[in-house]
């Protein structure tokens, strides 16, 4: 992908247009960190940019984006620009397009995200920040106090930057993280959790978590549980133990499964008909939370007599006949009893032994 991005950059040049891949592609590679994200900046306007290329997609003109399709791959492209008025401390309401490097570079969030590569593969380092990707340290570019008020994101950035290539903060930024960590109020439940899941979801999440308490910000982020919950490796397990369904987006089927897991949680242990009722994913992630083995859950799973109940060895139909009795909710009584039995392995699933059960037991029965 690297390959076709410089020649994108090659096509910008040839063109006599500046152009280079920027931010963190550039800072992960320098970090040996696979990644295929990849983002360009040009002096090259938008309207520019659709006279070069053919497959040109608008992705947010306001803002001087393009997203250009070539070869297979596609390439978000920015044009140089200077931010002028930010409006709800998230958003540049005004912007300038400019024709220099550096002023685009001094508008970006962090320093470890300024880093340039031209169309030959070098590295370029305009603002000389690689001495803080050297001693792995995350700052502002400029001063904190603005950086930070004009975009409210930049804060759960700065976590999750910090969390995911375990970074340390330096004192000043992280000082103003927590004077204004209360602008998150006002920044979309969306681009929240986003930021949220990628810090939950990083091998390094303890650190994000000590870095939300310490930052003050569970209350605002109506994440107070977070103290106390076992950061698993499964992220309906985690929001699970937030309960915060009703205030962050989700849909439908993750609601469903974190409130299946929450009655599944109640349980002290995980029996072979509950992993039949529950399914082997959450029970999983009930291993998970609970510190148990998933191996020896998933062989469990595997010996199970039956997991599902269109593999029991009758039909409803066939035990009304057996019963003598027209159809009725009576079946459905029956037919859980029948896969508790199996599934504990007091009744073996072939139809002579549960038509023979079946007599024994409920012959005699009344139902309603």
């Given at each position: 992908?690297?390959?076709?991005?410089l020649?994108?950059?090659?096509?910008?040049?040839?063109?006599?247009?500046?152009?280079?891949?920027?931010g963190g592609?550039?800072r992960?590679t320098?970090?040996?960190?696979?990644?295929?994200?990849?983002?360009?900046?040009?002096?090259?306007?938008p309207?520019?940019?659709?006279?070069i290329?053919?497959?040109v997609?608008?992705?947010?003109?306001?803002?001087?984006?393009?997203?250009?399709?070539?070869?297979?791959?596609?390439?978000?492209i920015?044009t140089?620009?200077?931010e002028?008025?930010?409006?709800?401390?998230?958003?540049?309401?005004?912007?300038?397009?400019?024709?220099?490097l550096?002023?685009?570079?001094?508008?970006?969030?962090?320093?470890?995200?300024?880093?340039?590569?031209?169309?030959?593969?070098d590295?370029?380092?305009?603002?000389?920040?690689?001495?803080?990707?050297?001693?792995?340290?995350?700052?502002?570019v400029g001063?904190?106090?603005?950086?930070?008020?004009?975009?409210s994101?930049?804060?759960?950035?700065?976590?999750?930057?910090?969390?995911?290539?375990?970074?340390?903060?330096?004192?000043?930024?992280?000082?103003?993280?927590?004077?204004?960590?209360?602008?998150?109020?006002?920044?979309?439940?969306?681009?929240?959790?986003?930021?949220?899941?990628?810090?939950f979801?990083?091998?390094?999440?303890?650190?994000?978590?000590?870095?939300?308490?310490?930052?003050?910000?569970?209350?605002?982020?109506?994440?107070?549980?977070?103290?106390?919950?076992?950061?698993?490796?499964?992220?309906?397990?985690?929001?699970?133990?937030?309960?915060?369904?009703?205030?962050y987006?989700?849909t439908?089927?993750?609601?469903?499964q974190?409130?299946?897991l929450?009655?599944?949680?109640k349980?002290?242990?995980?029996d072979?008909?509950?992993?039949?009722?529950?399914?082997?994913?959450?029970?999983?992630v009930y291993n998970?939370?609970?510190?148990?083995?998933?191996?020896?859950?998933?062989?469990?799973?595997?010996?199970?007599?039956?997991?599902?109940?269109?593999?029991?060895?009758?039909?409803?139909?066939?035990?009304?006949?057996?019963?003598?009795?027209?159809?009725?909710?009576?079946?459905?009584?029956?037919?859980?009893?029948?896969?508790?039995?199996?599934?504990?392995?007091?009744?073996?699933?072939?139809?002579?032994?549960?038509?023979k059960?079946?007599?024994?037991?409920?012959s005699?029965?009344?139902?309603?």
């Amino acid at each position: 992908m690297e390959e076709k991005a410089l020649e994108i950059l090659k096509i910008l040049n040839n063109n006599h247009y500046e152009a280079y891949v920027v931010g963190g592609y550039v800072r992960d590679t320098l970090l040996n960190r696979k990644t295929n994200d990849i983002d360009i900046c040009t002096s090259a306007t938008p309207k520019e940019i659709l006279q070069i290329f053919d497959n040109v997609s608008i992705s947010d003109m306001q803002y001087g984006s393009v997203v250009v399709a070539y070869k297979g791959y596609k390439f978000d492209i920015t044009t140089f620009r200077k931010e002028i008025k930010y409006e709800g401390n998230r958003k540049p309401v005004k912007i300038k397009y400019i024709k220099d490097l550096k002023k685009d570079l001094l508008r970006r969030d962090f320093t470890i995200n300024t880093l340039c590569m031209n169309s030959n593969g070098d590295i370029i380092d305009i603002l000389n920040i690689k001495n803080d990707l050297n001693k792995r340290i995350l700052r502002t570019v400029g001063n904190p106090r603005y950086r930070i008020k004009e975009d409210s994101l930049r804060i759960l950035r700065c976590i999750r930057f910090a969390t995911i290539l375990d970074f340390e903060i330096e004192p000043k930024t992280k000082h103003f993280l927590l004077k204004y960590g209360y602008l998150l109020k006002t920044l979309s439940m969306n681009r929240k959790k986003e930021e949220l899941d990628r810090i939950f979801i990083s091998k390094n999440k303890e650190k994000g978590r000590k870095l939300l308490i310490e930052l003050n910000l569970t209350s605002v982020l109506n994440i107070n549980k977070l103290n106390n919950i076992v950061l698993c490796t499964d992220l309906i397990g985690i929001w699970c133990q937030l309960e915060v369904e009703d205030i962050y987006p989700f849909t439908k089927v993750e609601k469903e499964q974190m409130k299946l897991l929450r009655e599944l949680l109640k349980y002290d242990e995980i029996d072979n008909y509950l992993l039949y009722k529950y399914g082997l994913y959450l029970c999983t992630v009930y291993n998970d939370i609970k510190g148990l083995s998933k191996r020896k859950l998933n062989t469990k799973y595997q010996n199970l007599p039956i997991t599902s109940r269109k593999e029991i060895m009758i039909k409803g139909e066939e035990i009304s006949k057996i019963l003598n009795k027209k159809p009725g909710k009576y079946i459905k009584e029956i037919m859980e009893d029948l896969e508790k039995n199996i599934l504990n392995n007091k009744l073996n699933n072939t139809y002579e032994d549960i038509k023979k059960y079946i007599i024994e037991e409920y012959s005699n029965k009344d139902f309603e």
